[in-house]
């Protein structure tokens, strides 16, 4: 029989949750059945989230990914609204599109740290309370696996979450919980807004993506869903690339 996609009775924190991607897979874990803790640094946004989700299965805190003490009372009190926790989605990201020979460093701080250490800090406070079946999903990028035009450093932090994410499932294997991560390529959002509106780089896009089109927001939220779930239940270690085949050749 197939294993269950259902989330129902599980609890989820998802970071960067008050808009484009974040927002995407913390609505789809929801209608899957989840409690979800909204984490994300705009409180606004999480109001309006957490009101449209409704039905007391989801909650909000405001985090900065930047400071331990914080993940770690984002991890505890998840745990203490609803529960438990079996899913961690570390979606919270960001970039600066400078090139290689003009990047600061306070540049590689910022994007590092949002990016990379985030990721192991929020990893590993909630490692600490989770029990066997528990599944974490990185949000990496296509950009972490294939050279892009710009965005060195993004491309590091990207290139150390996949790694990270070996490395923590090898680790965390024995205690039966599951690290994988996504790679997506470009999907349509309030960040690649401008972007995209570039009719020459659209086509860039287009012409290096098989499938000749950007994706759509529950295209990347849905396979975040199959990792959380049962489905998913033997696999470990893996990134999953969401890229519309962009991934086969790069951006060359």
Not at 147 to 163: D, F, P, R
Not at 183 to 194: I, M, N, Q, S, V
Request: hydrophobic residues 45%; proline residues 2%; aromatic residues 6%.
């Amino acid at each position: 029989m197939l294993k269950s996609f259902d989330l129902t009775g599980k609890t989820a924190i998802v970071t960067g949750a008050g808009k484009g991607i974040g927002k995407a897979i913390a609505t789809a874990l929801w209608q899957a059945g989840a409690n979800v803790m909204l984490v994300a640094r705009t409180e606004t946004d999480l109001i309006a989230l957490n009101e449209e989700l409704g039905e007391g299965r989801s909650d909000f805190t405001v985090c900065d990914i930047k400071d331990r003490d914080q993940i770690k009372h984002a991890v505890e009190g998840t745990v203490s609204r609803f529960g438990s926790l079996e899913i961690l989605v570390n979606n919270a990201g960001m970039n600066i599109r400078s090139t290689a020979d003009n990047a600061t460093d306070g540049e590689w701080r910022d994007i590092m740290e949002t990016n990379a250490q985030s990721v192991f800090r929020f990893s590993q406070e909630a490692g600490r309370v989770m029990k066997p079946g528990a599944s974490i999903i990185n949000v990496s990028s296509v950009g972490g696996d294939r050279a892009l035009k710009t965005g060195v450093i993004y491309a590091a932090s990207k290139a150390a979450v996949i790694q990270m994410t070996k490395v923590m499932a090898l680790e965390w294997g024995e205690k039966n919980i599951r690290v994988n991560a996504i790679g997506p390529w470009y999907f349509k959002t309030p960040l690649t807004e401008k972007l995209l509106a570039d009719e020459a780089y659209l086509n860039e896009i287009l012409a290096v993506t098989p499938l000749k089109r950007v994706g759509e927001l529950p295209e990347v939220a849905s396979p975040v869903v199959f990792l959380a779930s049962d489905a998913a239940s033997y696999i470990t270690g893996q990134t999953l690339f969401i890229d519309g085949g962009m991934s086969i050749h790069g951006f060359s």
